[in-house]
């Protein structure tokens, strides 16, 4: 480029030594002059050739930028977009995990529910075997004490029914709870149908219990206690809960506490 400047000044220097001649052009001056020209036209041309193919290489880098900032913005709206749907799957997520939270605390209660039940059933049947001890050890005591012992046996089947009636709710609830648990994720279904199995084989030694507490019970029933008579010709069965009352005893006394707190 400096060199083409010095070029370019010489010959603009001779030139301008060429106008400026008070002589008549020559011609050899002529000759010099067009050839001037002549090159001075030809590096005009090879500088606008030059200029046109830097416009044109210009003009090409910068489609392509423009290309390449189209793209670039596009791939940031789909970044963006992305990016919107990853927080609301993420929030979904979060949901859902919060849900499965309180269905997990929900089975854990009625865990813990049923546990209390197995405790009170298992007081009942102690309860009731005491009881039967008691019936079987002493068959020849008061007519009055066998009445009290039958009211007892009542109230122990009323028990024995809330228990049941308490254990039924707790399945149906849980099976409630089972029903909402659909569409969780693979682990966390996992968990939970563990914990589920458990508290089956707990729901299934419950029931256990409570068969071997209905035989015990059946057995009490079939006692030959139950086929004796009074001296009056009255059945040992029959209601006197007014003389029963007022005889009391510390059996009867203890499973009225026991009554008392299971409805507390």
Do not use: C, W
């Not at 228990?163 to 099976?175: F, H, N, R, S």
């Not at 003389?243 to 009225?256: M, V």
Request: glycine share 4%; proline share 3%.
């Amino acid at each position: 480029n400096n060199n083409n400047n010095n070029n370019n000044n010489n010959n603009n220097n001779l030139l301008d030594d060429l106008l400026s001649s008070p002589l008549s052009p020559s011609p050899s001056n002529s000759t010099a002059l067009s050839n001037v020209v002549d090159e001075q036209l030809r590096k005009a041309f090879e500088l606008a050739s030059t200029f046109k193919r830097r416009f044109v290489e210009n003009k090409t880098e910068l489609d392509g930028i423009r290309a390449l900032h189209t793209r670039l913005q596009t791939r940031l709206e789909d970044t963006h977009s992305q990016l919107a749907d990853e927080r609301r799957r993420v929030f979904a997520l979060q949901d859902e995990v919060a849900s499965q939270q309180a269905d997990l605390a929900r089975v854990r209660d009625l865990e813990n529910q049923i546990q209390i039940e197995r405790t009170e059933r298992v007081g009942l049947e102690k309860e009731y075997l005491a009881l039967q001890q008691r019936a079987l050890a002493t068959p020849g005591e008061a007519l009055a004490e066998v009445r009290q012992m039958r009211e007892e046996v009542f109230a122990l089947r009323r028990e024995k029914a809330t228990a049941v009636a308490k254990e039924a709710e707790a399945k149906k609830e849980l099976a409630r709870t089972l029903a909402s648990l659909e569409g969780v994720s693979g682990e966390t279904f996992r968990a939970l149908q563990r914990d589920l199995v458990e508290v089956r084989k707990r729901a299934a030694t419950l029931e256990a219990d409570l068969l071997a507490a209905q035989e015990k019970l059946q057995v009490y029933q079939r006692h030959p206690i139950s086929d004796n008579v009074t001296a009056n010709g009255g059945s040992i069965y029959d209601d006197h809960p007014t003389s029963a009352q007022a005889r009391g005893g510390p059996l009867k006394a203890n499973f009225r506490n026991n009554n008392n707190n299971n409805n507390n």
